[in-house]
């Protein structure tokens, strides 16, 4: 479920779950009646924080690991302005996951509009490879899940590869279920809720 696939939707491996790509992250729409999630999200092992101009060059390398080429760094601190400006508008933020301990920068985790709407956005995750298997996204994703509770919302959706069987876990894990299956360009895409109330 990445803001595309490699625990984003739609691309990736256990390393994107959620909405589709790069492309799809654009947050769009306005404000809702909904609470403003909060940007600032920590779990036992992990931090959720606002997206910096720094968090660029990594950013850069998490995305070409999907196995299309490293972005330009200029493309990159110009998303990462988009995506700022769409939490302004919207109240929803896709955050960069940085390790406590480490202190390093591992991937992302969020809600965004995607594929669904802003009253029932996507949640969207991507992490670098190297720390698959450690159960990071899953708990990533399970404090944005609260996160998106306490903004009153009564439902998520997220949209995963069939191939995408990492993601799957870890949306199950979380209460997703799947709702139905649609063929797209790159091949089919699971469709998955999870009611919040």
Not at 5 to 24: F, W
Not at 84 to 107: K, Q
């Amino acid at each position: 479920m990445p803001v595309g696939g490699k625990e984003t939707p739609g691309r990736g491996r256990e390393g994107r779950g959620g909405a589709g790509g790069m492309g799809e992250v654009g947050q769009g729409g306005g404000m809702t009646e909904f609470q403003t999630m909060p940007f600032h999200l920590e779990t036992e092992r992990l931090v959720l924080r606002p997206w910096a101009e720094s968090d660029a060059p990594v950013f850069c390398s998490l995305l070409a690991e999907r196995g299309e080429g490293k972005p330009p760094e200029d493309r990159i601190r110009k998303a990462i302005g988009g995506f700022l400006a769409a939490t302004e508008t919207t109240g929803i933020a896709l955050l960069p996951i940085v390790r406590r301990a480490e202190g390093d920068f591992i991937g992302y985790c969020g809600l965004i509009v995607g594929r669904a709407s802003l009253e029932e956005p996507e949640i969207a995750y991507e992490l670098f490879e190297r720390v698959h298997g450690n159960g990071y996204a899953t708990e990533a994703a399970a404090a944005v899940v609260e996160a998106a509770r306490a903004t009153g919302r009564e439902r998520l959706w997220s949209t995963v590869g069939t191939w995408n069987a990492p993601s799957l876990r870890v949306l199950e894990k979380l209460g997703f279920t799947r709702d139905r299956v649609t063929t797209e360009e790159k091949g089919e895409v699971f469709w998955l809720t999870r009611t919040l109330r």
